[in-house]
């Protein structure tokens, strides 16, 4: 099967927000490469390690490629994507070049060549991340989520992802029904079981995400514990909710923040008394509008964590 390659060169600093929308607009699959360049500040804190750099990019600039089926029309993409560069333009974002190229790929060698670029990486204090390919071994209390994100990817290094995973390494899970909107490739129902949640809900829109997230819940011998289900949000439990449904400790959201402000209240209503929504895909421009649309919903916010330009919000309900 043939897809259609979109790319566009430009700077770390609107990487984010180029590849969330490139999702937005139905894409099968996102990667970014970097500036290889060993110059750069590098977060080292847990051990993480880089290899030598594959590219010749500046510093600073990056190349995002986006993947699409062939009935998709190449030309209404390439124009959604200029008008969206011009709104970021108009926030004071650095797009660089934003110099923009479509090819068509065969599938095999999307989906195969960026393996060589994910490699076990420590993402929290237990949480490490390991590709089913690469072998590791665990020191004592490391919890290892096997993971082989496919088509949905989400390796769990961008910022979105390992600020759920840290905020969900302080919420105590331990023996708590979870559930994880928009779980991608299921890392964060997996990363939930490996720190002792009693039970995973995981739900995605994407048929492939959810193909692949049963998938990796395999790998990881998680099949008992995590239930995956297509759902548009929480309308598979709202379908099927009585009044004795068990409800749960924690709900789960890497997604953006425009779809968080949609379905507040109905996290609210399947969350226990006390229980947290850990909302993430915030970007600091919108974090605003979602603690006040969270305490309009009588949350309590208990912590906020920031990562380059991306925020994770705790909240509880009170």
């Given at each position: 099967m043939n897809w259609y390659e979109l790319s566009i060169y430009t700077t770390e600093e609107a990487s984010d927000q180029i590849s969330n929308f490139f999702h937005e607009i139905g894409a099968g699959g996102v990667s970014i490469e970097e500036s290889g360049s060993l110059n750069k500040e590098r977060d080292t804190s847990l051990g993480q390690w880089y290899?030598?750099?594959?590219?010749?990019?500046?510093?600073?600039?990056?190349?995002?490629?986006a993947y699409f089926s062939q009935d998709v029309e190449m030309d209404e993409l390439k124009e959604s994507l200029s008008i969206f560069l011009n709104n970021l333009k108009k926030l004071n974002i650095n797009v660089g070049k934003a110099d923009i190229n479509s090819k068509v790929v065969n599938e095999e060698d999307w989906a195969n060549a960026w393996k060589q670029y994910f490699k076990p990486v420590r993402i929290t204090e237990r949480i490490t991340i390991k590709p089913t390919w690469e072998n590791y071994?665990?020191?004592?209390?490391?919890a290892i989520v096997e993971l082989d994100p496919g088509m949905a990817f989400g390796t769990g290094t961008h910022a979105t992802t390992a600020l759920c995973l840290k905020a969900l390494e302080k919420a105590q899970i331990e023996g708590k029904n979870v559930i994880d909107v928009g779980t991608g490739s299921?890392?964060?129902?997996?990363?939930?079981?490996?720190?002792?949640?009693?039970?995973?809900?995981?739900?995605?829109?994407?048929?492939?995400?959810?193909s692949s997230a049963k998938e990796n819940v395999r790998i990881n011998d998680l099949t008992e514990k995590i239930d995956v289900e297509l759902s548009d949000l929480l309308q598979v439990i709202q379908k099927n909710q009585t009044e004795q449904q068990t409800k749960v400790r924690v709900v789960v959201a890497n997604i953006l923040a425009e779809i968080i402000l949609t379905f507040i209240d109905d996290v609210y209503n399947v969350?226990?008394?006390?229980?947290?929504?850990?909302?993430?895909?915030?970007?600091?421009?919108?974090?605003?509008?979602?603690?006040?649309?969270?305490?309009?919903?009588?949350f309590k916010i208990l912590e906020r964590l920031e990562q380059e330009d991306w925020v994770v919000i705790t909240a509880q309900k009170s």
């Open positions: 290899e030598k750099p594959l590219n010749n990019f500046p510093e600073g600039d990056a190349e995002i490629k071994e665990a020191s004592d209390n490391e299921g890392i964060l129902s997996i990363a939930a079981m490996k720190l002792g949640a009693n039970h995973v809900l995981a739900l995605d829109l994407d048929p492939v995400a959810v969350l226990e008394d006390g229980g947290l929504y850990i909302a993430s895909g915030i970007i600091k421009q919108k974090e605003a509008d979602v603690v006040q649309a969270l305490e309009k919903a009588h």
